[in-house]
Structures are given as structure tokens and as C-alpha cells.
């Protein structure tokens, strides 16, 4: 598959942006070449490749620069199909080109969701996964193998100082940063999408405090609980982490945080229908590393 996905240029976009409905105000749109470019797409697809009145048009589609079809899958696909979708889009272009092929750009694109980190700033990767239920390790779904999910967290230079204790008494971060990392980051999509519901936080409380310093590193731990309650989805994790402060220079090299607890209900895109009583749920932070 990587070798046949070497032969395309690979482009991720919001599946809301590439079809909007008509009421859709276009100078809201974030990347309207994009849209245009998608739009040009479906015109020229066989009937029948996106179904009529869906509400979502995420899938797997091959296309020229010029936005020609040269193959589509609508929504979730898997491998084999996958592969078998980049074979026949790959050999629907060279007969479109008479065999011309231009090398693909080999451009070093970030991965990650978002702006890039700010100076002062840091950039948190998420992991979200259902807890071992006794001899059960790993909760799983017809349609998901072992799901997991992931997310990324943007902390402001102010945001940081934050979580740096001043001397060794224990320090309390503020509801809003607290309100912020709980409403946007413990969420239940480990197996889907969650809901947008901006009164879900209930309440928390944060404190780090200096727990060792060897040299310039210093490092802190970090305590919490949060009750998170809407969108019909109920969570009560608690916090535990342990960062590392390089004061020599002057940020964080370790920001280890996770959050564990009972998460309940269902959204309506998150896959819990059918497991909606309680069980555990993990959320897991890191600092967001850059690969090679």
C-alpha cells in the first residue's frame, strides 16, 4: 500500500468543507480551492458514488490536479479495498495521461491537527482507549479491531507558566485552563466523534507541585479530578502526570499526563449504542514529537 500511495499526492480535508449543503455561507469556507476541487470531482463520478441527502462525505477519492475522477470509495474503507482503489486510479491516469508521469513532490508535511507550536507555547498529542474490563483487555466493536483514537492540545505561553510551581509548595492551576484541557481533551472518542457540548464541564481541580530537581531539571507532579456531564455522555476521570522542566532551557522535555475513569451513555456519532453503562476510559498526553 505505501509503495502504491507513492505514486499520489496525499490530501487530508474536513469532509464539511469538500460538499457543503447550499445555505452554506462560502466565505466561511477554510479551503475553498478545495471545495471547488471536490466539487468538480463528484461532476464528473458515476451516479451512485455518494448517496443521496447524506450529511457526510468522508471516504477515499482519487483524482487528477484538475479534479477528473479517477476512482472513489464513499465512507469507511479497508485495506484491501484500499489497495484495489489505488491500483485502478493509478491505471485509470495513465491512460489518461498516455503514460506521462510527473514525480510526486516529496515535501516534508507536518503531522499533526492544527497551528504549528507556538514559541513558548507546547503542542500535546492525545490517546484515547478503553480500559481493560476485568479478563477483557481489549474492548473492541464488530466494526473496529482494538479502536483507538487520537487528538492534539495547543497550550498558549501563558498556559505553560502555568503548570510551573513556584518553589516547592503545591499550586493550583485556574478554572479556565482547568475548564479548557477538560472540555476540548476528555472526551469518549475512542471508538468515533464526540458531540460538541460547551456546557459538559461540571467542575475540576488541578495542582502540580515540585516533587525532585536534579541540576536545571526540575520535576513536578501533577494531581487533578474533573466531572464532565453533556452531548448525553458522562465522565470522571481523575489526573495524574508527571512533567519535567529544563530550566538551562527554558521549557518543558517531558509532559506525561493521563486520565482515568467511569465514562457513561452515548453520542450520536461515537459508536456506544448498545454500551452505554459504565466502564473505564483512559486519556492518555504527551509533548507532540515531529517524525523524520
Given at each position: ?18 460538499s ?6 462560502r466565505?466561511?469556507l477554510?479551503?475553498?480551492r ?5 466539487e468538480?470531482?463528484?461532476?464528473k ?6 448517496p443521496q441527502?447524506t ?25 484491501d ?11 485509470n ?17 507536518p ?5 504549528a ?6 503542542k500535546i ?6 480500559l ?12 473496529i479491531?482494538?479502536?483507538v483514537?487520537l487528538g492534539f ?13 513556584e ?8 478554572q ?10 476528555l472526551?469518549?472518542?475512542a ?19 515540585e516533587s ?16 464532565l456531564?453533556?452531548?448525553g ?8 502526570g ?8 527554558g ?16 453520542s450520536e ?5 448498545g454500551?452505554e453503562?459504565a ?5 492518555a ?8
Amino acid at each position: 500500500m505505501q509503495a502504491l500511495a507513492k505514486e499520489f499526492v496525499c490530501v487530508a480535508d474536513e469532509c464539511w468543507d469538500l460538499s457543503p449543503p447550499d445555505w452554506f455561507n462560502r466565505e466561511w469556507l477554510k479551503t475553498p480551492r478545495s471545495t471547488r476541487l471536490f466539487e468538480s470531482y463528484l461532476k464528473k463520478a458515476p451516479e451512485g458514488l455518494i448517496p443521496q441527502g447524506t450529511s457526510t462525505f468522508q471516504g477515499s477519492y482519487c483524482m487528477t490536479a484538475e479534479g477528473d475522477y479517477l476512482g472513489g470509495a464513499f465512507a469507511w474503507v479497508d485495506r484491501d479495498r484500499t489497495v484495489q482503489l489505488l491500483k485502478s486510479s493509478l491505471e485509470n491516469f495513465r491512460k489518461k495521461s498516455d503514460g506521462e508521469m510527473k514525480p510526486v513532490p516529496e515535501n516534508e508535511l507536518p503531522l499533526y491537527v492544527g497551528p504549528a507550536p507556538a514559541k513558548g507555547g507546547l503542542k500535546i498529542q492525545l490517546a484515547y482507549r478503553d480500559l481493560p474490563r476485568g479478563s477483557n483487555r481489549y474492548p473492541q466493536t464488530d466494526r473496529i479491531e482494538r479502536p483507538v483514537n487520537l487528538g492534539f492540545l495547543d497550550l498558549k505561553p501563558e498556559e505553560v507558566r502555568e503548570f510551573l510551581p513556584e518553589g516547592k509548595e503545591a499550586k493550583t492551576l485556574s478554572q479556565a485552563l482547568v475548564k479548557k484541557i477538560s472540555q476540548d481533551c476528555l472526551k469518549d472518542c475512542a471508538r468515533g466523534q464526540c458531540n460538541v457540548d460547551k456546557k459538559a464541564f461540571r467542575s475540576g481541580e488541578w495542582t502540580v507541585k515540585e516533587s525532585g530537581r536534579q541540576g536545571n531539571l526540575r520535576t513536578i507532579e501533577l494531581r487533578g479530578t474533573s466531572s464532565l456531564d453533556g452531548g448525553g455522555v458522562r465522565f470522571e476521570p481523575t489526573i495524574y502526570g508527571q512533567l519535567e522542566y529544563d530550566e538551562g532551557e527554558g521549557k518543558f522535555v517531558h509532559f506525561d499526563l493521563v486520565a482515568v475513569g467511569q465514562r457513561s451513555g452515548a453520542s450520536e456519532f461515537n459508536f456506544r449504542r448498545g454500551d452505554e453503562d459504565a466502564a473505564p476510559l483512559g486519556v492518555a498526553f504527551r509533548l507532540f514529537a515531529q517524525k523524520k
